[in-house]
């Protein structure tokens, strides 16, 4: 059986998965922050760079929920498409 979801039930599940991004660029963030106190800067570059992935993951997450849960909302007659860069 085919588990059809409406659009703003995928915003939803894009919503909640930015919000588990969220909480793990936090979680790095705390980590990067308690190694600048020592001199391991292999690690702290190994850090940011997973914090910018998890800052672009984020940022598309919650731009996809955006666009799916105001799908149907009334707009200017030019409709932005979702484009991948």
Do not use: W
């Amino acid at each position: 059986m085919v588990n059809n979801k409406s659009l703003a039930e995928l915003g939803n599940e894009y919503e909640t998965a930015a919000t588990i991004i969220k909480r793990r660029i936090e979680k790095k963030r705390k980590q990067l922050n308690e190694l600048y106190d020592s001199v391991c800067s292999a690690e702290a570059y190994e850090l940011k760079r997973e914090l910018q992935l998890l800052y672009a993951e984020h940022r598309e997450a919650t731009a996809i929920a955006e666009y799916l849960k105001n799908y149907y909302e009334p707009h200017n007659g030019k409709r932005e498409f979702f484009s991948y860069k």
